[in-house]
């Protein structure tokens, strides 16, 4: 088998990706739990990989699943860091909703 | 060697400054006063050989160091000229600035920033040799600059006194506004020259040069008006007077020997072009004799002691002016000699009395100092006789010349110039008298201290006096080895006065002159024991002279007030229409932050509907509107 996209329409993904993107764009704009707004991030960002594996393999270039590698890996640190600072968030509210995060403005 | 020597003599007073900036502080008070004297006295030593090497071969030394500026066809180069008139000058600058170096060792022993005043003042005589050794107009512009700026900072050095200051910052305005004379004139004659090297001024001038004498002589009106604010000539005179201000070493160094016969030096050096405008030339003459008048006057009637001096200053570089104006530059140099050393004499001997006296300056509460200051008594007597102009004392020789030239020359400038020197023996001797005659005016705790100076602040004394004393020989009447030696530099041959029945008879009446001026004052002080009125007494003609003309009143009416008024006009203007623009700019900028601010309201969920609702409109607005 020389191509994937010969199974399944290089259209699909676009499809499925742009789903994803906006199922992960409205669970951080409706939900208030931060925890679950890193997720819906982390979607977003799944969702624009799977495009760039999707057209790096349409255009038989291996490029686009090399950045792939260097945007999870980038993506691997955000999460921590990320994680880190809603864990402290946790130590002084007691929760994560991030309403609570107004007290922040200066 | 001869690079390196020069470069010795330029940069030993230099490096006396920097080491007495940055560790002066922590040397002893004498240590710092040494340095500076021994940084002096080195340049002297280097001066001194290559005078005797000028004076054997004849031959000036020139000294390329660098090009420094090309513009197209002018270029300026940084070297160095060593010939009869720099080194004459150099001599006198060194050689007297180191006597008066080491008489501040003394005097200045009690002030706690001792370092500091032998740092400008080896400041001064770094920036004074740079103006004499430079070989074109552009270096002698920068010592000309360092010079105004060590003034400057040496009247102001007891900076605690507000007046004090004052004068410092008078001097330096008014040297400003010759020095933008200077500058404007070096500017034409580059123009016209496209050079700045005197050299090459004179090989140009000595080609037959056509030269636009209309700028030729605004050029040499410019360089006049420069040479006017530095040697303190009408209209810019006042500053020199309230230069007293300084410590009197600075005076008897900056404003009496050197310093201000850089106006001097400069147009002696660019002889060749003032002989070339004759206007220019009539004009000095007027300038200086008029000067010598007005400044003598008013030393007549002033009775701090330093002031006298400093108005007999300003008169004798009147004469200087006049000479440079006949065109006779070998006379007024030799006039500025023998004047650099009775003048140098009589502030250091005034400085001794101050010191003796602890500060008390006014005349009035001096007298009787003879008996117990013998030395200065003497010196300054000698100093005195010569500035008078009685033979054999130095003073007499050189004002001779200038008032026989001007009787052949110009009868009228003769009259002005010798009723000058009438009243300069009045005045001199009136000083003499009230200082060292009498009985002792001063309070009783004076009384008890006074003393005679160290031997430090005597010896450059009794070197002065001896100087004023003989230093007329360098130029007899008849057989001067000055004319001669300064031939080189001369455009035009000296001029030579034959040893005739009227030059017998212009002496006499010099020397009757001289005599008449002692002889008021002697029976007015003496006799009467006449004693100056206290201020605000002074009545009629005297008070008008007490108070100098009130030029200083006239200048602050016609010129300080109006400057004030159209500075203040601009102020209002620039208040109203300038702030007040960038004041409204600011009130709008608040005005639309006051609802801009409301936005950001610190809600997490509101700033990331904001971001995404604004990426959906632009990729809306990339894919829909494009």
Redesign the interface.
């Given at each position: 088998m020389e191509n994937i996209l010969q199974e399944i329409g290089l259209e699909n993904y676009v499809y499925l990706s742009a789903l994803l993107f906006c199922v992960g764009?409205f669970g951080?704009?409706y939900r208030?739990n931060a925890i679950v707004m890193f997720m819906s991030i982390e979607i977003m960002l799944n969702a624009v990989n799977l495009l760039l594996v999707a057209f790096s393999t349409y255009h038989q270039d291996a490029q686009g699943q090399v950045f792939v590698f260097f945007s999870m890996a980038v993506a691997a640190a955000e999460v921590a860091v990320g994680l880190a600072i809603l864990v402290a968030v946790y130590r002084n509210l007691t929760n994560i909703d991030?309403?609570n995060?107004?007290?922040?403005?200066g | 060697m001869d690079t390196n020597l020069a470069l010795l003599l330029l940069f030993a007073p230099f490096a006396g400054f920097l080491f007495n900036v940055f560790f002066g502080k922590k040397l002893s008070r004498n240590a710092a006063g040494t340095l500076g004297t021994v940084a002096v006295a080195v340049s002297f030593g280097v001066t001194l050989s290559f005078f005797l090497q000028v004076v054997n071969t004849g031959e000036p030394i020139m000294v390329n160091l660098f090009e420094w500026m090309r513009l197209a066809n002018f270029s300026v180069d940084f070297g160095f000229q060593l010939d009869q008139l720099s080194l004459l000058w150099l001599m006198f600058v060194t050689g007297i600035g180191t006597l008066i170096h080491m008489y501040s060792i003394s005097y200045m022993h009690d002030d706690e920033n001792i370092h500091k005043f032998f740092a400008y003042l080896n400041l001064f005589v770094f920036f004074m040799i740079t103006l004499v050794m430079g070989s074109n107009l552009l270096i002698m512009f920068i010592g000309w600059e360092g010079v105004g700026l060590c003034s400057y900072l040496l009247i102001g050095f007891w900076y605690k006194n507000q007046e004090y200051n004052d004068a410092a910052k008078k001097a330096f305005i008014m040297n400003r506004i010759g020095d933008l004379g200077f500058l404007i004139g070096i500017f034409i004659i580059g123009y016209l020259f496209h050079s700045l090297d005197y050299v090459q001024i004179k090989t140009a001038i000595d080609n037959g040069w056509t030269l636009d004498p209309t700028w030729l002589s605004i050029a040499a009106l410019c360089l006049f008006i420069g040479a006017c604010g530095k040697s303190a000539q009408i209209p810019l005179y006042t500053w020199l007077p309230d230069a007293m201000a300084g410590p009197t070493p600075v005076s008897a160094l900056i404003h009496a020997a050197t310093m201000v016969t850089a106006g001097i030096f400069m147009i002696t050096r660019m002889n060749f072009l003032f002989n070339l405008t004759p206007d220019v030339q009539s004009i000095i003459a007027i300038v200086g004799a008029v000067t010598a008048l007005v400044a003598a006057s008013i030393g007549l009637v002033q009775n701090d002691i330093k002031k006298v001096l400093a108005y007999s200053t300003v008169s004798q570089l009147g004469l200087m002016f006049l000479a440079l104006g006949l065109g006779v530059y070998e006379i007024a140099v030799f006039h500025v000699i023998t004047h650099a050393f009775f003048k140098a004499c009589l502030f250091l001997g005034s400085g001794s009395v101050i010191h003796a006296l602890h500060g008390e300056q006014d005349m009035r509460n001096m007298g009787g100092l003879r008996k117990v200051m013998k030395i200065t008594f003497a010196t300054f007597l000698i100093s005195t006789l010569a500035i008078s102009g009685l033979p054999p004392f130095s003073g007499f020789f050189s004002k001779d010349e200038i008032l026989m030239t001007a009787y052949h020359q110009n009868p009228v400038l003769w009259v002005i110039g010798s009723v000058a020197s009438i009243m300069t023996a009045f005045y001199m001797f009136r000083l003499l008298y009230l200082t060292f005659y009498k009985d002792f005016r001063g309070t009783e705790e004076q009384k008890h201290h006074l003393h005679e100076s160290p031997s430090l602040i005597t010896i450059p004394l009794i070197v002065l006096a001896i100087l004023a004393l003989v230093g007329g020989a360098i130029s007899l009447p008849g057989n001067s080895w000055l004319n001669h030696y300064l031939a080189p530099i001369m455009a035009k041959p000296a001029h030579h006065h034959e040893l005739d029945s009227t030059t017998y008879m212009l002496m006499g009446i010099a020397v009757a002159g001289a005599l008449v001026g002692i002889g008021i004052a002697y029976f007015k002080y003496i006799k009467n024991g006449a004693v100056p009125a206290p201020d605000g007494k002074q009545t009629g003609i005297v008070k008008v002279l007490y108070n100098k003309y009130y030029v200083d009143e006239i200048y602050m009416a016609i010129i300080v007030k109006p400057i004030y008024a159209i500075g203040s006009f601009f102020k209002n203007i620039t208040e109203a229409a300038i702030s007040g623009f960038i004041y409204g700019l600011g009130w709008v900028a608040n005005m639309l932050s006051a609802e801009g601010k409301t936005i950001q309201n610190g809600s997490v969920g509101f700033y990331l509907f904001v971001f995404v609702a604004g990426i959906c409109s632009i990729i809306g607005y990339i894919f829909l509107v494009k």
């Open positions: 764009a951080v704009l208030r991030i309403d995060l107004k007290n922040l403005k | -």
